[in-house]
């Protein structure tokens, strides 16, 4: 890594931590989504329905996907399209910082609190309401890495495709709520029905949904599931490459 790239990590580091806003919604609501569900009565309860498992233990995957899409979509969008807006990017470009190590400083620290998040949500989910720690932890790894590499993927598409601040949250604010649904945030996809299933799992959080619990459950993800969130990513990467403008 250049001097001139570490400069740049350096500095957005800084200002990231200095959102507290941000960091909140990020990095501690889907630990206090987890536990406010937690907190019912029925949710802790063993059902036949569910073979066998609890509520709670299919909203530890549900509030892990939750850390993802504020990350990508609530937190990562408005930042750069607000670089972009002010101007930030095309004086880079100027500079021997280029606009790209601005960029990847914004994806890696958002990536790193979607990660510290997931980890915070495992660690209570287990404390807390005894839920099992993933039982698979290879398939989880991986299937947690691919669902963070396409939520960002996600982010910078819509950051691609607005123009100012404004426009990113506009977008973001759009995409939110169905990606909200097809994570299971309000009905655990393992809970629909099953031709509901079907059409979620199709979508890029419905499969990670249904990774991310298959190895919670101690099996390995099955290929579909990682193969739609690997074709979701280059989609959607292709998209924030073709359409992504510096000023």
Not at 130 to 142: F, S
Not at 147 to 154: E, H, R, W, Y
Not at 187 to 208: E, H, K, S
Request: hydrophobic share 55%.
């Amino acid at each position: 890594m250049s001097t001139a790239t570490t400069m740049v990590l350096r500095t957005e580091a800084r200002l990231f931590t200095r959102e507290p806003g941000s960091l909140f919604w990020m990095m501690v609501s889907p630990t206090v989504l987890l536990v406010i569900l937690g907190l019912i009565p029925s949710f802790r309860e063993v059902s036949e329905d569910l073979g066998g498992r609890r509520v709670i233990d299919l909203y530890v995957p549900v509030a892990v996907l939750f850390a993802l899409i504020m990350s990508g979509l609530q937190a990562m969008p408005p930042v750069l399209a607000g670089y972009r807006e002010r101007g930030i990017l095309r004086r880079l470009s100027t500079t021997p910082v280029r606009p790209s190590s601005l960029l990847g400083a914004q994806i890696a620290l958002h990536a790193a609190a979607a990660l510290v998040s997931s980890v915070l949500v495992i660690a209570v989910g287990r404390l807390a309401f005894d839920v099992r720690l993933p039982q698979h932890l290879a398939g989880y790894a991986l299937a947690l890495l691919l669902a963070v590499t396409c939520g960002l993927a996600l982010g910078a598409a819509v950051c691609a495709v607005s123009r100012t601040q404004k426009i990113a949250t506009a977008i973001g604010s759009v995409v939110f709520f169905p990606t909200m649904f097809t994570a299971g945030v309000w009905v655990p996809v393992q809970a629909m029905p099953d031709t509901l299933q079907r059409i979620v799992q199709l979508t890029p959080y419905g499969a990670a949904s249904q990774a991310l619990d298959t190895a919670m459950a101690g099996g390995r993800p099955e290929w579909t599931a990682l193969g739609v969130m690997v074709l979701w990513t280059v989609v959607l990467t292709a998209t924030a490459a073709r359409w992504f403008r510096w000023e």
